[in-house]
């Protein structure tokens, strides 16, 4: 099947307002869906309202790392939508604050807005401190932040692979610990959900040091949902597939190049909805889910799946040519 260009599925994706765009209140500055094929993903209907019931996290304090701006913007909403006090924390505090007033404008409900480096270790305990005197300690966290970029793995310099580490691994260890300690102490109980990539699981080339770091990640999860499960704290990660922010495609797609991949790609013929993913991420941090710990969910439109089946190919073979080869396999004889 041909790759459609890049300019050809934007114009394509202008041309499905649809679908493309939603003009709904709490995502109306998010970017909008790749309606990559639309006899596909009429199937897929994008849901953008919030699932939970109103007010099920009032009460609550949460803190997620990079909630300024994409998924984490998203994930912050759909929270604070829902009645929790949001910390949010990353390194530009401006960038920080504009989301904090947008969002808690929107629902009534402070969210507040602390600078940390998630590298830093004493970054993380000062946004902690911060949160403690004017919410109190987050039962909830998300650790969201990140750092990627495509790069072939021989061209990286190590000061490039350790960056992305201590972004990635590193800053979600620190926030871990430094939180966890805390809830411990406190005999809270609480729930930690972090936010990886599909590769965590199958690793890839070109983004070897976030695919190390998110694994990682996962692994670091699945210990500490074992390890600190008596103290009533639970870990649960999410892979999400391609949702289109500026944060990731500008960095992992920068020509476009990977966005002409995604068709043939993602079963569900379309990328994902950050309020699709916020959703899931609401759920994961409630008590609906309390079950659920050292999970890990891909929400992907079943991308990962259809990449990795080693038969997958096999859908772009014809009716006509299925005959011929169903007729051929009846001809052999034995072994
Ligand atoms: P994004 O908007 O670039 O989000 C990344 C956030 O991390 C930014 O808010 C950034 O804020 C923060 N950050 C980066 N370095 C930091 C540091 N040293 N300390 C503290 N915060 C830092 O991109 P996104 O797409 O929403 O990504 C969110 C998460 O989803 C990431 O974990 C990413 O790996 C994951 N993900 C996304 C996709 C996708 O298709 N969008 C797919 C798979 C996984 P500052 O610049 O202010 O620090």
Not at 2 to 23: D, E, K, M
Not at 114 to 132: G, H, L
Not at 147 to 175: R, Y
Request: charged share 20%.
């Amino acid at each position: 099947m041909a790759l459609l260009t890049y300019q050809r599925i934007a114009a394509l994706r202008n041309l499905l307002p649809s679908i493309g765009r939603h003009n709904i209140l709490q995502f109306s500055t998010t970017p909008c869906v790749w309606n990559l094929d639309p006899n596909r993903s009429r199937f897929y209907p994008i849901k953008t309202d919030i699932m939970l019931p109103a007010n099920c996290f009032a009460g609550k304090v949460a803190m997620v790392t990079g909630g300024g701006t994409g998924l984490g913007k998203g994930m912050t909403y759909t929270l604070s939508a829902l009645g929790a006090k949001v910390m949010i924390c990353s390194r530009n505090l401006e960038v920080l604050k504009k989301t904090a007033e947008e969002i808690s404008s929107q629902t009534k409900n402070e969210v507040l807005a602390v600078s940390a480096d998630v590298r830093n270790p004493e970054a993380i305990k000062s946004a902690v401190d911060e949160c403690v005197a004017k919410f109190g300690l987050p039962t909830i966290v998300i650790n969201n932040a990140a750092g990627n970029f495509i790069c072939p793995t021989e061209m990286m310099s190590p000061n490039a692979f350790k960056t992305v580490i201590d972004i990635v691994l590193n800053g979600t260890a620190f926030t871990t610990l430094e939180v966890g300690k805390r809830l411990i102490e406190a005999k809270t109980g609480g729930v930690f959900l972090q936010i990886t990539a599909l590769f965590a699981e199958t690793g890839s080339g070109f983004v070897t040091h976030s695919a190390s770091a998110k694994a990682g990640v996962e692994a670091l999860s699945k210990s500490l949902g074992a390890e600190w499960g008596r103290y009533g704290i639970r870990f649960n990660c999410i892979e999400p597939g391609g949702i289109e922010t500026k944060g990731a495609f500008s960095r992992l797609s920068p020509d476009g190049m990977e966005m002409k991949r995604f068709k043939d790609r993602i079963p569900a013929g379309r990328t994902g909805h950050i309020a699709e993913l916020s959703n899931l991420a609401a759920y994961l941090v409630s008590d609906y889910s309390s079950w659920m710990n050292g999970s890990i969910i891909k929400l992907d439109g079943g991308e990962q799946i259809n990449i990795s089946g080693s038969f997958n190919s096999l859908q772009e073979v014809s009716n006509q040519q299925w005959k011929d080869i169903i007729a051929k396999i009846r001809q052999v004889k034995g072994s």
